[in-house]
């Protein structure tokens, strides 16, 4: 049976400035109990200029809840304009960071080269790595997405260690499901997530394969979660637009009620 702590990650995206999200976080906060927490591992992704609001309410209030950012730059320091390091948002105390949303792959020509250079940046400062995966509409209707989405796993993992990849989040997000209200089912998510732990497998052995947690992201909903979850590969949801509904977020941490 699997030991891994299902991990539900809402997705801010550009969403909620420094004051909504401190309002946002307390009703979250209120909501969760102990319950909760012992059974789901719950973290926010707020945009960067949320995070030390964020960190200054967990860090104060004792939360359980985690939080990281929707993205880190590849560099630690420099002439980079624009861009945060793993250094600054380690400095934030962030548990998480997101690598290669499809978002920013598709508005930001993020290529895997560049998010295997992100993730290496997050384990050099102690970040976890969320790293998104997933195929677009034509890759699906092509029959493509497994052969497709473990290429961007080769490519985002290149030279990532066993001790590393242990840690690691996989989030599986196919394009045509993020935003658009059209859920993959239960099955298509298993499909994909059992491949990608599969490969896991192959590059670091099994027992590293059943460490990592694998979540599926593209409209989850309250009314969709626990189907998805009920997949045996299927570890957490990352959760964009519900994510922004605190009583829907909450419904989707107890998928299991
Ligand atoms: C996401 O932003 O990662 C996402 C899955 O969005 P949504 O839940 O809105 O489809």
Not at 9 to 23: P, Q, T
Not at 114 to 132: E, M, S
Not at 153 to 171: H, M, P, R
């Amino acid at each position: 049976m699997s030991t891994r702590t299902p991990l539900m990650a809402g997705n801010w995206k550009m969403n909620l400035n420094h004051l909504e999200a401190i309002a946002h976080v307390q009703k979250l906060a209120f909501a969760l109990t102990d319950k909760d927490y012992d059974a789901v591992d719950v973290a926010v992704l707020p945009p960067f200029t949320d995070l030390r609001s964020v960190q200054t309410l967990v860090d104060g209030d004792k939360l359980k809840i985690t939080y990281g950012a929707q993205d880190l730059s590849a560099h630690d320091s420099g002439a980079y304009t624009g861009e945060i390091s793993g250094v600054m948002l380690a400095k934030l105390k962030c548990t998480y960071a997101v690598v290669g949303h499809s978002e920013r792959r598709q508005y930001h020509a993020e290529s895997d080269e560049l998010c295997n250079a992100k993730v290496k940046a997050a384990f050099r400062h102690g970040l976890t790595p969320i790293l998104c995966v997933g195929e677009g509409l034509d890759v699906r209707k092509a029959g493509q997405q497994v052969q497709y989405t473990l290429t961007q796993i080769d490519g985002g993992l290149k030279d990532i260690t066993a001790e590393q990849a242990e840690t690691l989040v996989i989030a599986y997000e196919p394009v045509w499901a993020i935003g658009t209200g059209e859920v993959a089912t239960p099955e298509d998510a298993q499909e994909v997530c059992g491949a990608i732990r599969g490969r896991l497998a192959e590059l670091y052995g099994q027992e590293v394969a059943d460490k990592v947690r694998i979540q599926y992201g593209g409209s989850v909903k309250a009314n969709n979660v626990a189907a998805i979850m009920a997949q045996p590969d299927v570890d957490g949801a990352l959760v964009g637009g519900a994510s922004l509904d605190v009583d829907e977020f909450v419904k989707i941490v107890r998928f299991r009620d």
